[in-house]
C-alpha cells in the first residue's frame, strides 16, 4: 500500500521478483494519488529524529533501510525526481543523501536530482556504496553498522569540502542533466534521421517561399511536425500533453494553462484596441521616413544610438546583414548587426532592437561566460530586454529628447524639417500589416497568437498540413484586419517550422510581457522618465545587470519577475501599458 502523510491508502505498488518488465508497477492515478506529488514511506519519514531523509530508488531499498533502523527514507513512485518531489521534501528536512543505484541510470538520474532539490535550499550529499549497487543489497550483504559508517563518512566529507557545489556548480549540473535527459531519451538513428530532415527542409522551406508554392513544403513539415510530437512523447512526464513539453524547451516553467488565458486577453483587449488605433494612425504623416537618405547618414547614426544606449564597441562590433540579430562568444566579445532600408526607421529600431540583445550578453558576469549557464535565462528573457529599449525606452519621448536634433542632422533634410513630437506620432503609428517582423508594437502579439493557435492545432488537435495556409490566412483577417494573397507574405514567411523550432513563437509575445512587468516596476524604483531626459541609460542598465543580465541562467524568466516585482508572471501589466499608449488620441508621451 501506498500511503499519503495523513496515512491514508492513495493507492498500492508492486514490484516483480525476476527480470520481467515492468519492473514496478502502480496504480493508475487519480484525483488523490497522483506519483509526482507523493513520495513512498514519507508518512513515517517526516516524524524520523535522525534529521535527515535518504532518497532512494525504489520501493525494495526503502523498505530495506526501514527494516534495518533507517527510518528515514523514501523512494520516488516508479517515476523520476520531479520539482514537486523536491518542493515536498524541504518542507520536512534541510538535508538529502542521495543513495541512487550505481549504474549509468541511476548516475545520471543523481546528477538530474542535485540541482532540484539544491533549488529548494536543501543541502544534498551523495552516498557511494562500493561493493553494492543499492542500499537493499548492501544491507543485505554488510549490514546496518556499515551502513551507518558510510553516512558518517558522507557526512564528514561534505563538511570538509564545504561549497564543493556552489550555486553556480549546481546551476550547470542541472543545466547539463536537463540537456542530457531531453536527448539521451531520443534513439540515436531517429535523431540523426531528423536532423537530416531538417538540415533539407530550410532549403525546400527557402525555394517554396521563393515560389509562393507551400504545397511543395508541406510533405517535409508533415515529417518534422511527427518527429517533434514522437520527440515530445518520449520527454513527456506523466499526463503531460507534447505541446507542453514544446513550449518548455523555450520558455522553462510555462505551458498551455499558462499561456491560453495570456493569449486570450490578448485577444480581447488587443484586437478591438488595434482597430481604434489603426484608424486614428491614417492621418498621421510618415513620409519623411522614406526620404533618399544616404546609407552613410544611417551608418553614423546606427552608431551614434548603439553607442549611446549601451553598445560597449571595446567589447564588440556592429556590421550589416540581411537581417539583423545578435550573436556572442562571451559577455566580452559581442556582436550585432543591422540593415539600412529606404525607411530610416526600420535601421534606427533595429539597432535600439539588438544593442538590447547586447547588453544582456555584456552584462553576465565573468565567472558565468562560457558556461552552460554563461547565456540569457529563456528566449523570452532575452526578448524582453531587446523590445525593452526598442519599444518602451526607444519609442518614447523622454528618449528622444535629448538627441533627436543631433540624430536628425545626422540625416540632414526632411528629418531636420520634422518637430520631434511629429517623429514619435510616425514612428509609434498602428498599421496592421502581413509580415510578424515588420509589425509594429500594438499588433505584433496578434501576429504571435495566430501561431500560437495554429501549433496547438497541429500537435494537440492533428491538424491537416494542407489546411494551414486557409486558416493563416482566415486568423490574419479575423484579428488584425489583414489578408495575406500569397504564400510567401502568408504561411511560409517565417523559417521557424523547417527547422523545427515548434513552441518558438509565443516566446516573443511573452518578452513583450515581461518588459511592461519589469518597467512596471522599474518605475516604482528609479525616475526613469528624468533619467532618460538626463541621456542617463547608465543607471536603467545598472539596475537591468543587476535584476536580471548578471544572473545569466541562474534563475529562470519566472523566479527574475518574482525577485524583481514580487509576483509572478502577470500580463495585465502589458495591457495596461499598451492601453495607456495606443489608447487615447493625443500624442505620444
Same mark, same amino acid.
Given at each position: 500500500?501506498?500511503?499519503?502523510?495523513?496515512?491514508? /491508502?492513495?493507492?498500492?505498488?508492486?514490484?516483480?521478483?525476476?527480470?520481467?518488465?515492468?519492473?514496478?508497477?502502480?496504480?493508475?492515478?487519480?484525483?488523490?494519488?497522483?506519483?509526482?506529488?507523493?513520495?513512498?514511506?514519507?508518512?513515517?519519514?517526516?516524524?524520523?529524529?535522525?534529521?535527515?531523509?535518504?532518497?532512494?530508488?525504489?520501493?525494495?531499498?526503502?523498505?530495506?533501510?526501514?527494516?534495518?533502523?533507517?527510518?528515514?527514507?523514501?523512494?520516488?513512485?516508479?517515476?523520476?525526481?520531479?520539482?514537486?518531489?523536491?518542493?515536498?521534501?524541504?518542507?520536512?528536512?534541510?538535508?538529502?543523501?542521495?543513495?541512487?543505484?550505481?549504474?549509468?541510470?541511476?548516475?545520471?538520474?543523481?546528477?538530474?536530482?542535485?540541482?532540484?532539490?539544491?533549488?529548494? #535550499?536543501?543541502?544534498?550529499?551523495?552516498?557511494?556504496?562500493?561493493?553494492?549497487?543499492?542500499?537493499?543489497? $548492501?544491507?543485505?550483504?554488510?549490514?546496518?553498522?556499515?551502513?551507518?559508517?558510510?553516512?558518517?563518512?558522507?557526512?564528514?566529507?561534505?563538511?570538509?569540502?564545504?561549497? %564543493?557545489?556552489?550555486?553556480?556548480?549546481?546551476?550547470?549540473?542541472?543545466?547539463?542533466?536537463?540537456?542530457?535527459?531531453?536527448?539521451?531519451?531520443?534513439?540515436?538513428?531517429?535523431?540523426?534521421?531528423?536532423?537530416?530532415?531538417?538540415?533539407?527542409?530550410?532549403?525546400?522551406?527557402?525555394?517554396?517561399?521563393?515560389?509562393?508554392?507551400?504545397?511543395?513544403?508541406?510533405? %517535409?513539415?508533415?515529417? /518534422?511536425?511527427?518527429?517533434?510530437?514522437?520527440?515530445?512523447?518520449?520527454?513527456? &512526464?506523466?499526463?503531460?500533453?507534447?505541446?507542453?513539453?514544446?513550449?518548455?524547451?523555450?520558455?522553462? #516553467?510555462?505551458?498551455?494553462?499558462?499561456?491560453?488565458?495570456?493569449?486570450?486577453?490578448?485577444?480581447?483587449?488587443?484586437?478591438?484596441?488595434?482597430?481604434?488605433?489603426?484608424?486614428?494612425?491614417?492621418?498621421?504623416?510618415?513620409?519623411?521616413?522614406?526620404?533618399?537618405?544616404?546609407?552613410?547618414?544611417? *551608418?553614423?547614426?546606427?552608431?551614434?544610438?548603439?553607442?549611446?544606449?549601451?553598445?560597449?564597441?571595446?567589447?564588440?562590433?556592429?556590421?550589416?546583414?540581411?537581417?539583423?540579430?545578435?550573436?556572442?562568444?562571451?559577455?566580452?566579445?559581442?556582436?550585432?548587426?543591422?540593415?539600412?532600408?529606404?525607411?530610416?526607421?526600420?535601421?534606427? $529600431?533595429?539597432?535600439?532592437?539588438?544593442? #538590447?540583445?547586447?547588453?544582456?550578453?555584456?552584462?553576465?558576469?565573468?565567472?558565468?561566460?562560457?558556461?552552460?549557464?554563461?547565456?540569457?535565462?529563456?528566449?523570452?528573457?532575452?526578448?524582453?530586454?531587446?523590445?525593452?529599449?526598442?519599444?518602451?525606452? #526607444?519609442?518614447?519621448?523622454?528618449?528622444?529628447?535629448?538627441?533627436?536634433?543631433?540624430?536628425?542632422?545626422?540625416?540632414?533634410?526632411?528629418?531636420?524639417?520634422?518637430?520631434?513630437?511629429?517623429?514619435?506620432?510616425?514612428?509609434?503609428?498602428?498599421?496592421?500589416?502581413?509580415?510578424?517582423?515588420?509589425?509594429?508594437?500594438?499588433?505584433?502579439?496578434?501576429?504571435?497568437?495566430?501561431?500560437?493557435?495554429?501549433? &496547438?492545432?497541429?500537435?494537440?488537435?492533428?491538424?491537416?498540413?494542407?489546411?494551414?495556409?486557409?486558416?493563416?490566412?482566415?486568423?490574419?483577417?479575423?484579428?488584425?484586419?489583414?489578408?495575406?494573397?500569397?504564400?510567401?507574405?502568408?504561411?511560409?514567411?517565417?523559417?521557424?517550422?523547417?527547422?523545427?523550432?515548434?513552441?518558438?513563437?509565443?516566446?516573443?509575445?511573452?518578452?513583450?510581457?515581461?518588459? *511592461?512587468?519589469?518597467?512596471?516596476?522599474?518605475?516604482?524604483?528609479?525616475?526613469?522618465?528624468?533619467?532618460?531626459?538626463?541621456?542617463?541609460?547608465?543607471?536603467?542598465?545598472?539596475?537591468?545587470?543587476?535584476?536580471?543580465?548578471?544572473?545569466?541562467?541562474?534563475?529562470?524568466?519566472?523566479?527574475?519577475?518574482?525577485?524583481?516585482?514580487?509576483?509572478?508572471?502577470?500580463?495585465?501589466?502589458?495591457?495596461?501599458?499598451?492601453?495607456? &499608449?495606443?489608447?487615447?488620441?493625443?500624442?505620444?508621451?
Amino acid at each position: 500500500p501506498i500511503l499519503d502523510i495523513r496515512n491514508n /491508502i492513495i493507492g498500492f505498488g508492486g514490484r516483480v521478483m525476476d527480470d520481467s518488465t515492468p519492473k514496478y508497477l502502480n496504480s493508475p492515478e487519480t484525483l488523490i494519488f497522483n506519483k509526482r506529488k507523493n513520495l513512498f514511506a514519507l508518512n513515517v519519514a517526516r516524524k524520523s529524529k535522525q534529521g535527515r531523509i535518504i532518497l532512494t530508488e525504489g520501493y525494495m531499498d526503502a523498505i530495506a533501510l526501514h527494516q534495518y533502523g533507517f527510518d528515514c527514507a523514501v523512494a520516488s513512485l516508479g517515476t523520476s525526481l520531479t520539482e514537486e518531489h523536491a518542493n515536498i521534501l524541504a518542507k520536512y528536512t534541510n538535508q538529502v543523501i542521495l543513495t541512487y543505484d550505481g549504474d549509468e541510470a541511476g548516475q545520471n538520474a543523481t546528477r538530474r536530482a542535485i540541482p532540484m532539490l539544491e533549488k529548494t #535550499g536543501i543541502q544534498v550529499r551523495v552516498l557511494r556504496m562500493q561493493g553494492a549497487k543499492d542500499p537493499d543489497e $548492501f544491507l543485505k550483504k554488510y549490514g546496518a553498522q556499515r551502513f551507518e559508517v558510510l553516512l558518517d563518512a558522507c557526512q564528514k566529507a561534505e563538511k570538509e569540502n564545504a561549497g %564543493v557545489f556552489d550555486e553556480v556548480q549546481s546551476a550547470i549540473l542541472r543545466e547539463a542533466a536537463e540537456e542530457q535527459e531531453r536527448l539521451s531519451c531520443i534513439p540515436p538513428e531517429e535523431y540523426r534521421a531528423y536532423a537530416e530532415l531538417t538540415a533539407r527542409a530550410t532549403g525546400i522551406w527557402t525555394r517554396a517561399r521563393e515560389k509562393n508554392d507551400f504545397a511543395s513544403f508541406a510533405p %517535409v513539415l508533415k515529417e /518534422i511536425i511527427s518527429y517533434q510530437k514522437k520527440f515530445a512523447a518520449y520527454r513527456a &512526464k506523466p499526463g503531460q500533453k507534447l505541446y507542453d513539453v514544446m513550449l518548455d524547451t523555450y520558455e522553462k #516553467g510555462f505551458n498551455m494553462e499558462m499561456l491560453d488565458p495570456f493569449f486570450e486577453l490578448m485577444k480581447g483587449k488587443i484586437v478591438p484596441l488595434l482597430k481604434e488605433s489603426a484608424e486614428r494612425s491614417k492621418t498621421v504623416p510618415d513620409a519623411f521616413l522614406s526620404a533618399d537618405y544616404p546609407e552613410t547618414a544611417q *551608418a553614423e547614426a546606427a552608431r551614434f544610438l548603439a553607442e549611446y544606449e549601451g553598445f560597449d564597441f571595446d567589447r564588440g562590433v556592429l556590421a550589416l546583414s540581411a537581417h539583423p540579430f545578435t550573436t556572442n562568444l562571451h559577455n566580452h566579445d559581442v556582436r550585432i548587426t543591422t540593415h539600412y532600408q529606404k525607411r530610416i526607421d526600420s535601421s534606427i $529600431f533595429s539597432v535600439l532592437h539588438e544593442t #538590447g540583445h547586447a547588453i544582456y550578453e555584456f552584462g553576465i558576469r565573468d565567472d558565468l561566460t562560457q558556461t552552460l549557464v554563461g547565456q540569457g535565462t529563456s528566449m523570452g528573457m532575452h526578448e524582453c530586454q531587446s523590445r525593452f529599449f526598442e519599444n518602451i525606452v #526607444g519609442r518614447s519621448h523622454a528618449f528622444w529628447k535629448p538627441i533627436y536634433g543631433k540624430v536628425a542632422q545626422m540625416f540632414g533634410s526632411p528629418l531636420t524639417e520634422t518637430s520631434l513630437e511629429d517623429f514619435l506620432a510616425a514612428v509609434n503609428r498602428t498599421v496592421p500589416g502581413l509580415i510578424r517582423t515588420e509589425a509594429d508594437e500594438l499588433s505584433y502579439p496578434l501576429h504571435v497568437l495566430v501561431r500560437y493557435e495554429i501549433e &496547438k492545432m497541429l500537435i494537440e488537435e492533428d491538424l491537416e498540413v494542407e489546411k494551414l495556409p486557409q486558416i493563416w490566412n482566415d486568423k490574419y483577417e479575423e484579428y488584425l484586419g489583414v489578408r495575406p494573397s500569397t504564400d510567401r507574405e502568408g504561411v511560409l514567411q517565417d523559417i521557424h517550422w523547417s527547422q523545427g523550432s515548434i513552441g518558438y513563437f509565443p516566446s516573443y509575445a511573452l518578452g513583450n510581457a515581461f518588459g *511592461a512587468q519589469i518597467y512596471h516596476q522599474m518605475k516604482k524604483e528609479l525616475p526613469v522618465e528624468k533619467l532618460l531626459e538626463a541621456g542617463n541609460l547608465g543607471e536603467i542598465r545598472e539596475y537591468l545587470r543587476k535584476n536580471i543580465h548578471q544572473y545569466g541562467k541562474l534563475k529562470d524568466s519566472r523566479q527574475i519577475l518574482r525577485d524583481m516585482t514580487g509576483e509572478d508572471f502577470n500580463p495585465s501589466y502589458y495591457v495596461a501599458y499598451l492601453e495607456e &499608449k495606443y489608447g487615447r488620441p493625443e500624442k505620444v508621451q
